[in-house]
């Protein structure tokens, strides 16, 4: 904990960057830049709609190989009188290992409540997040995939928390599904915790669905759907979403 403290996202930001865009990584090497943005209806997290309005969610991420580091956002498009409604920033970093029948992928990521200090790292008042990821992915018509994340470091109080999600997509009638189930388990007190009370609880059981939408001969938009419920909480989320 006290190591994380000690190193700071802008520090990070400007190794990585370094690294990246350095006289041995040019853009002929391999260096690809993506940018875009999702539109949602709702932004649904374990079980959890955060926020109550349609959310805009801009990316933007460097891939080089098998490595990518992105930054991520999701800022509601209404606002409350106050102005505090949820914002979140997201940095995270992993690398694919492609394996033949299926790719697995460590990755480290920060989650941050934009309406608190970027910097601030002090466990009695931090918003940021850290958490370690795995995940391997089938590659063939069928593919299963399985998550295992950890969430180790937060604000003061929060439990370090184990969260898994398993599924798997499969594509019919040209629609792309993933039927997907997902669970966590913390002491009282965990990431996402909604008075689970230190019980292995399953957090989401639901499905999503894909499909590209042909505009025009050169314009096409990715657009996805999600139902899903949390069997503790006994609510229901839907989610509409459109790609750009």
Same mark, same amino acid.
């Given at each position: 904990?006290?190591?994380?403290?000690?190193?700071?996202?802008?520090?990070?930001?400007?190794?990585?960057?370094?690294?990246?865009?350095?006289?041995?990584?040019?853009?002929?090497?391999?260096?690809?830049?993506?940018?875009?943005?999702?539109?949602?209806?709702?932004?649904?997290?374990?079980?959890?709609?955060?926020?109550?309005?349609?959310? &805009?969610?801009?990316?933007?991420?460097?891939?080089?190989?098998?490595?990518?580091?992105?930054?991520?956002?999701?800022?509601?498009?209404?606002?409350?009188?106050?102005?505090?409604?949820?914002?979140?920033?997201?940095?995270?970093?992993?690398?694919?290992?492609?394996?033949?029948?299926?790719?697995?992928?460590?990755?480290?990521?920060?989650?941050?409540?934009?309406?608190?200090?970027?910097?601030?790292?002090?466990?009695?008042?931090?918003?940021?997040?850290?958490?370690?990821?795995?995940?391997?992915?089938?590659?063939?018509?069928?593919?299963?995939?399985?998550?295992?994340?950890?969430?180790?470091?937060?604000?003061?109080?929060?439990?370090?928390?184990?969260?898994?999600?398993?599924?798997?997509?499969?594509?019919?009638?040209?629609?792309?599904?993933?039927?997907?189930?997902?669970?966590?388990?913390?002491?009282?007190?965990?990431?996402?915790?909604?008075?689970?009370?230190?019980?292995?609880?399953?957090?989401?059981?639901?499905?999503?669905?894909?499909?590209?939408?042909?505009?025009?001969?050169?314009?096409?938009?990715? &657009?996805?759907?999600?139902?899903?419920?949390?069997?503790?909480?006994?609510?229901?989320?839907?989610?509409?979403?459109?790609?750009?």
């Amino acid at each position: 904990m006290h190591l994380l403290k000690r190193i700071s996202l802008s520090t990070l930001l400007l190794l990585t960057m370094s690294f990246l865009f350095s006289p041995s990584n040019s853009q002929a090497q391999g260096i690809k830049i993506d940018a875009g943005a999702d539109l949602t209806s709702r932004f649904i997290y374990r079980g959890l709609d955060l926020g109550s309005s349609p959310q &805009v969610q801009p990316r933007i991420g460097v891939n080089y190989e098998g490595f990518s580091f992105y930054l991520w956002g999701s800022h509601p498009l209404s606002t409350t009188p106050d102005g505090t409604e949820y914002k979140e920033v997201k940095f995270w970093m992993n690398y694919t290992f492609d394996l033949g029948e299926f790719l697995l992928t460590p990755q480290i990521e920060n989650h941050f409540n934009a309406n608190a200090d970027l910097f601030d790292f002090d466990d009695q008042t931090t918003t940021h997040v850290f958490q370690a990821s795995l995940r391997a992915a089938g590659k063939g018509e069928v593919a299963p995939d399985f998550l295992v994340g950890y969430a180790f470091w937060g604000p003061d109080g929060m439990e370090p928390t184990l969260y898994l999600e398993a599924g798997v997509s499969f594509i019919t009638s040209g629609i792309g599904l993933r039927p997907f189930l997902s669970t966590q388990y913390s002491e009282p007190g965990g990431f996402v915790d909604l008075g689970y009370e230190g019980d292995f609880v399953v957090t989401q059981i639901g499905i999503q669905a894909g499909r590209v939408i042909q505009i025009t001969e050169t314009a096409s938009y990715p &657009v996805g759907f999600m139902i899903a419920i949390n069997p503790k909480t006994e609510r229901a989320f839907t989610a509409f979403s459109v790609s750009f």
